[in-house]
């Protein structure tokens, strides 16, 4: 199910034209706050706040998720959605490569979301 979870999530992101989706799979390494994270940029605030609204929208709805905590939507910066096995971190380009969370956790193994087609996201919807 959290294959899933991942997915709506990265459909999310996506669809803000959020770019670079990664998860990264934490549940092997010792000291991690989550099992999860995942974590994309955008080229802007504005585009940085659509993005983390859009994942709030997406996963209430397709998963009936809500965050425990966020950080970060008075600025759009860096945003961080916290629901507990999955933290997804949203980027303003310059901030995520300054960081580099990948490069922090680079023990973890690894996914690169690539964008799905609207007639894949339509099908699996169910709204074709």
């Not at 670079?20 to 585009?47: K, P, Q």
């Not at 629901?83 to 980027?91: A, E």
């Not at 901030?95 to 969370?101: D, G, I, K, S, V």
Request: negative net charge.
């Amino acid at each position: 199910m959290i294959t899933h979870d991942l997915r709506v999530i990265a459909d999310a992101i996506q669809d803000k034209k959020g770019q670079n989706v990664v998860s990264l799979d934490l549940r092997g390494i010792d000291g991690a706050i989550a099992d999860y994270f995942v974590i994309c940029n955008g080229d802007s605030t504005t585009n940085v706040g659509a993005i983390a609204d859009n994942i709030l929208k997406e996963t209430k709805e397709q998963l009936n998720l809500k965050p425990i905590r966020m950080q970060g939507m008075e600025n759009n910066f860096w945003v961080i959605l916290d629901y507990g096995n999955i933290v997804i971190h949203v980027f303003q380009t310059p901030y995520r490569e300054f960081y580099r969370l990948e490069d922090l956790w680079a023990d973890a193994p690894s996914k690169t979301y690539s964008e799905r087609s609207l007639k894949a996201r339509q099908k699996r919807n169910g709204t074709e």
